[in-house]
């Protein structure tokens, strides 16, 4: 059975047509940058649509849209960075392509795919964890999504690890996306480079005109004190929100994601360890939890929308 999943980002919308494996077949993707109506991006994901399903029969097509959908009702509640609002995109694409499709969350959409074909593949339970600009994921035990009552669970950034911390976006201080995201790291870093004006960290982030995560890290590599002071810090803040998280779930699977997540084996041996010292009954978790990094990349999104639809059938 082929099934579409297409993921709507800020920057374009992609879309795959996903095989019997879950694996991709064909890709077709439209830019989306600048000022866009619900209209407009509707339109183009019809065109992908009919461009993916012109050579084979379609039974089912996931769309994961980054912000609040209600997929019972076919309609996108709210979009933070693109412009939906309680728009009937089901309805919509049904006039335009005949199809019926179902709407996701593009967060669960990447950790449903790397929970059933990814990372996680095979495993009883997981917790995916995006370490981008901001910090989300989501769960998946025993092969379904934990979605809660109104569909909006699993806001894994937003869980408080310190108590009148720094401030999120969310309106709250101390989110774990307050210290686990890039941007916090990067923010970390900035306030490090003020008061080591001579460090390498602020010789790599002028040569380069800017700082990133990319560049704390290589400084860090290179054991700049005023760096790795800023990553241990890093570390420690987020080894504890996923340790809160293994403390609830007991996953069999915890996988990193995002631009962070890309250092790999090196940032999974620093953190085992800060993790599961603060594990309830450590030794028994770290029998049983496997702390990874995820593995599709940018297709997770694509492919989990397609496995969600094709759950749904
Ligand atoms: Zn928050």
Redesign the pocket.
């Known amino acids: 059975m082929a099934a579409i999943g297409i993921d709507v980002g800020g920057g374009s919308i992609k879309g795959a047509l996903i095989g019997e494996d879950n694996r991709i077949v064909k890709e077709a993707v439209r830019a989306n940058s600048g000022a866009r109506s619900a209209e407009d991006m509707a339109a183009d994901m019809a065109d992908i649509i009919r461009e993916l399903s012109a050579d084979c029969a379609v039974d089912a097509i996931g769309v994961g849209l980054p912000g609040t959908v209600d997929d019972a009702a076919g309609v996108v509640v709210y979009t933070p960075n693109v412009d939906f609002r309680l728009y009937d995109l089901r309805g919509r694409l049904l006039e335009l392509t005949g199809h019926t499709v179902r709407l996701i969350n593009d967060a669960n959409a990447a950790a449903f795919a790397e929970s059933l074909a990814g990372a996680a593949k095979g495993a009883e339970s997981a917790v995916i964890v995006t370490l981008g600009t901001g910090v989300g994921g989501g769960v998946v035990i025993g092969g379904k999504l934990l979605t809660g009552y109104t569909g909006a669970a699993s806001e894994l950034?937003?869980m408080?690890i310190v108590q009148d911390g720094e401030p999120?976006?969310?309106?709250?201080k101390g989110?774990?996306?307050?210290y686990a995201s890039a941007t916090a790291l990067v923010r970390m870093a900035r306030r490090a480079m003020e008061s080591n004006p001579q460090s390498l960290l602020c010789r790599l982030a002028e040569a380069e005109g800017k700082v990133s995560g990319r560049t704390v890290f290589a400084a860090y590599d290179a054991q700049d004190p005023a760096a790795r002071a800023v990553v241990e810090r890093y570390l420690d803040h987020l080894a504890t929100g996923l340790a809160n998280l293994v403390n609830i779930f007991y996953p069999e699977v915890i996988a990193l994601s995002g631009g962070i997540a890309n250092r790999g084996e090196s940032l999974i041996r620093a953190l085992e360890e800060r993790v599961f010292s603060q594990v309830h009954g450590a030794a028994y978790a770290q029998k049983r939890t496997r702390l990874t990094t995820c593995n599709l990349g940018y297709e997770a999104g694509m492919i989990g929308a397609a496995l969600y639809a094709k759950g749904m059938q």
């Open positions: 950034g937003h408080v999120c976006g969310c309106g709250r989110c774990f996306e307050a």
